[in-house]
């Protein structure tokens, strides 16, 4: 099963920009398989020693969720929403054929599929927008948020791909595939997933800085032309075909900027979400412990709207990860929510001295950046596709950890000490 686990993990995240819901099924899949793997003895159930705080803040944030949602509504709902949810538990299960294998050739295989993924992206994104006629990419998401925060996610991934060691030809694959999901970003339309990607890429480039450097200099001039050329064609090929898309949403957002300041009652994009933040932040200091449940979180804003919602709009989401959830849980959920985005970062920093440590550091920024910067102003969670492919990320990230702690012999209490 070790020697299957890195076609299986580059699989899945080649699968995680271009194929929309059919990617959380195969996660599913890849889940149940590995709890029949834990039943008739072909995995072993291992301690998550220093991925522990990773697996059990993902338990609290459900645990918290659901039991809110017990107590504001009926049953039967909390447990429909508490199933649509499942996905912060799958890691509990899928790390352990995780554990099994090389970290290192873990990310190989992760960097890899995150390579094809991001080939592939621009052949997605076009298509869908010709066949629909939609002057915005959704890919088979079907929806721009979650489609800009899978091609952020795999920008990043593709980008950390780049190493010295590779061959030429990778490397440019690689750099292709970072140029291709990043246009996916572009074209997505999604003015919120943007700024995101300049972290993104910074961020891997700090990481990869030293081989960067001592890869330039151990080259030709030739050579050192040859890539300078290369990337700015690169460039100049995702400005280009992004330019439309992005020059189209800047001029939305002056012109709803210019509305909003002389009538906030008119509604736009920047008016009904100043207008839901505002609502949003009256509704939580109305139930500021435990929130309203996810049921009741609309009808919690419905007395705070003013004027720009005239009845006919509504949302399952506040546009903003921090006040849907602090509706709807109130303190207790926003303490779990940063607990869970907190702990995969805090974990590969206590762990980045190990073999994989560095690069499973980089990971673990590149997937919380991907997802809370346009979280802060769209959906980031509670969307089959984002919690699928944040499962999937998170049970790789800790299953390395416990590889780790196998490998070097680390006692479990001592890994969470």
């Given at each position: 099963m070790a020697e299957r686990n890195p076609n299986a993990i580059a699989l899945s995240f080649a699968l995680v920009p271009i194929a929309g819901s059919l990617a959380g099924f195969v996660y599913v899949l890849l889940v149940c398989w590995a709890a029949i793997s834990l039943v008739v003895g072909r995995l072993k159930w291992r301690s998550f020693g220093a991925a522990a705080p990773i697996l059990w803040s993902h338990v609290a944030f459900f645990a918290v969720l659901f039991l809110v949602d017990l107590i504001k509504a009926d049953p039967v709902v909390a447990l429909r929403e508490a199933g649509l949810r499942l996905f912060f538990l799958m890691p509990l299960i899928a790390v352990h054929r995780v554990a099994i294998s090389d970290p290192r050739r873990v990310f190989d295989a992760v960097f890899k599929g995150a390579v094809i993924g991001g080939l592939l992206v621009p052949v997605v994104a076009f298509g869908q927008m010709i066949v629909t006629g939609e002057p915005r990419a959704a890919g088979l998401a079907g929806n721009a948020g979650p489609f800009s925060i899978v091609c952020l996610l795999t920008?990043?991934?593709?980008?950390?791909?780049?190493?010295?060691?590779?061959?030429p030809i990778f490397n440019a694959l690689a750099l292709l595939a970072t140029a291709g999901a990043s246009l996916g970003v572009v074209l997505s339309g999604m003015r919120g997933a943007w700024p995101a990607l300049f972290i993104v890429l910074a961020l891997v480039l700090w990481f990869r800085r030293g081989e960067i450097a001592s890869s330039w200099r151990g080259s030709s001039l030739r050579r050192r032309l040859m890539v300078a050329?290369?990337?700015?064609?690169?460039?100049?090929?995702?400005v280009v075909t992004g330019y439309g898309v992005a020059l189209d949403r800047i001029a939305q957002f002056v012109t709803d900027f210019r509305q909003l300041a002389t009538d906030a009652d008119i509604a736009s994009s920047l008016s009904l979400r100043a207008e839901m933040y505002q609502a949003g932040v009256e509704a939580y200091l109305d139930?500021?412990?435990?929130?309203?449940g996810k049921p009741g979180l609309w009808d919690a804003l419905k007395p705070h709207l003013g004027a720009a919602f005239d009845g006919s709009y509504g949302f399952s989401h506040l546009h903003n990860i921090f006040l849907t959830v602090g509706v709807q849980a109130g303190l207790l959920g926003l303490l779990a929510l940063v607990a869970m985005l907190s702990a995969p970062i805090l974990c590969a920093y206590r762990t980045r001295m190990r073999p994989a440590g560095r690069v499973?550091?980089?990971?673990?920024?590149?997937l919380v950046i991907a997802y809370l910067v346009p979280g802060l102003t769209n959906i980031m969670f509670f969307h089959d596709i984002l919690d699928a492919v944040w499962a999937l990320s998170i049970w790789t990230i800790a299953g390395t950890i416990m590889s780790e702690d196998r490998d070097i012999g680390v006692d479990p209490q001592e890994a969470r000490a």
């Open positions: 920008a990043g991934l593709a980008a950390l791909a780049l190493e010295g060691r590779r061959t050329l290369s990337g700015l064609a690169v460039l100049a090929a995702v139930a500021p412990l435990i929130g309203v499973r550091l980089a990971a673990a920024l590149v």
